[in-house]
């Protein structure tokens, strides 16, 4: 589940970023000479706030372990 939430709030993250940088050019009247790196870096800084919070706040799913040998009753003895 969680892993769902991270792929959708990365595809929504990526969507938002590409729009706020057009809007910043349209209101420049120009496109950003390196238009990658300032992609790059709003969309990282966005990311890791954005990642952070669902960690924070979304459960992560519960993974139940085998109990360890040493917790196990040893094995009945065969053929004596």
Not at 68 to 80: E, I, T, W
């Amino acid at each position: 589940m969680q892993s769902l939430i991270f792929v959708l709030v990365g595809v929504a993250l990526y969507l938002m970023t590409d729009r706020l940088i057009e809007a910043l050019e349209r209101r420049r009247g120009a496109r950003f000479e390196y238009r990658s790196v300032i992609f790059f870096l709003l969309i990282l800084m966005f990311s890791l706030v954005t990642f952070q919070l669902i960690e924070r706040f979304v459960p992560a799913p519960v993974v139940e372990e085998p109990p360890a040998a040493s917790d196990s009753p040893p094995p009945p003895s065969v053929g004596r």
